[in-house]
């Protein structure tokens, strides 16, 4: 019986043929069996460390087995990629260069690494850990990476650089030190999940990404946590952010985005903050123990904002208007701690609305040396004014359907280890 020609075509092309191959540990032993693999091979290495940069141009795995160690010398990316569906894996990726123009990297993926993959590596002090350069549906999952610590914060690489790589998935991995921990360029499609930061500027940082998703992540005493810039249709949503020092959450002309479910804890500065930002919608979150809850400024509007939580922050709500912007929809307004609110009928919504703010406010924000008037009598006769008569107040937020309880949020456990 003669077997259809499609078949042995496909038994042809598949990797029942593969070839693992035992890498002799010295120098330039990679590029020599790299040079004898068919696509599909495996290239095994040896416990110890391969002094050697290394380009991956077939459809091979790169397997370090948890024991090798390869080290770049110094000079441009430690592993290049530019064959499609290539895997780098259990290897510590050490030595690359320090030129920010070629973004030497331990490993970078360049155009044509198409469905990439780079897992379970340690990548210690290199100037950027994976460069994801043009690549399309590239996987950088569960590596751990060490940045540089020997220079000023601004002038380190990433620990993740994406560009124009639409489908990039970055999931699992654990980045600290350098500057920021991913940085996403003029890209799409792309998926940030379960990934740990720790001392960095900002954990997550775009620019010009669209139809994207930041998804249970945890920022752990960063300059910023999750900032999206230019962007529209992001979704961020299910992260934590402890200890950042300015913003956990910033949007910076972002539009038609959904910030949903994350919790921001202890910043130093704002939880969450909004410049000229429109559209978006902001539900079920948790801003907590923060200077500011939440900061609007130059022209944010039409955002929805219900089913939040502010809690304990010396200042809730952070926003100059000369009109009423309500913070409730259908019905269902948000938690205020500070709020002694009073619900006689049990529905779990306050018999009466919520202003956080009133004219003292709007005067110290515009003018902060009128706080030495703060405890002079007219100060306080215009607040109680205000507080008996709300028709005085200068508008801003306003909720009409205050929450009794907070909701809960569902977000990745922190056990309070800033140093492991």
């Known amino acids: 019986m003669r077997r259809p020609l499609t078949l042995v075509l ?129 996987l950088v999952i569960d590596n751990r990476i060490d940045g540089r610590q020997d220079r000023r914060m601004n002038d380190r690489g990433n620990g993740i650089y994406v560009w124009n790589a639409p489908g990039a998935q970055v999931t699992g991995n654990d980045v600290r030190w350098g500057r920021d921990g991913i940085f996403v360029n003029s890209s799409k499609r792309n998926l940030f999940s379960d990934n740990r930061f720790r001392d960095l500027r900002f954990a997550v940082h775009y620019m010009y990404v669209n139809n994207s998703e930041v998804s249970g992540n945890i920022s752990i005493g960063n300059d910023l946590g999750y900032a999206v810039m230019f962007s529209k249709r992001v979704r961020v949503t299910g992260n934590l952010s402890v200890n950042d020092r300015e913003h956990g959450i910033m949007l910076n002309y972002t539009n038609s985005s959904e910030i949903t479910g994350n919790s921001v804890q202890n910043g130093e500065n704002r939880c969450a903050f909004l410049y000229n930002s429109n559209k978006n919608t902001f539900s079920g979150n948790r801003f907590q123990g923060c200077e500011i809850g939440i900061h609007f400024t130059a022209g944010s509007a039409d955002n929805q904002i219900t089913g939040n939580a502010f809690i304990a922050n010396r200042t809730q709500v952070k926003y100059v208007s000369t009109r009423w912007d309500e913070w409730s929809m259908d019905g269902v307004g948000n938690h205020w701690s500070d709020f002694a609110a009073y619900d006689v009928d ?20 515009t003018q902060p040396a009128a706080k030495l008037l703060l405890g002079s009598p007219a100060v306080q006769l215009v607040r109680w004014s205000q507080a008996a008569f709300p028709a005085l107040l200068p508008g801003g937020v306003m909720d009409s359907f205050p929450l009794m309880q907070p909701a809960p949020v569902s977000v990745p456990e922190f056990g309070g280890d800033l140093d492991g």
């Not at 990629?81 to 780098?88: G, K, L, M, Q, Y």
């Not at 779990?348 to 956080?356: E, K, L, Q």
Request: hydrophobic share 40%; glycine share 14%; no cysteine.
């Open 346 to 365: 049990g529905n779990g919504i306050a018999d009466t609305a919520y202003r956080p703010n009133d004219v003292m406010d709007q005067v110290l924000w």
């Open 10 to 138: 496909v038994l042809i092309a598949s990797p029942l043929w593969a070839v693992d191959w035992d890498v002799p540990l010295r120098d330039g032993a990679i590029a020599e069996t790299l040079d004898l693999a068919a696509p599909g091979d495996t290239l095994r290495l040896r416990p110890g460390t391969y002094v050697e940069k290394t380009l991956l141009d077939k459809s091979v795995t790169l397997d370090g087995g948890g024991v090798a160690t390869l080290d770049g010398g110094g000079q441009g990316s430690v592993v290049t990629i530019t064959a499609p569906n290539a895997v780098v894996q259990g290897l510590t990726i050490v030595g690359s260069g320090s030129d920010h123009e070629s973004i030497d990297s331990g490993v970078q993926l360049l155009k044509g690494a198409t469905g990439a993959v780079v897992r379970d590596n340690h990548l210690i002090g290199n100037l950027y850990g994976v460069d994801i350069h043009g690549a399309h549906d590239a």
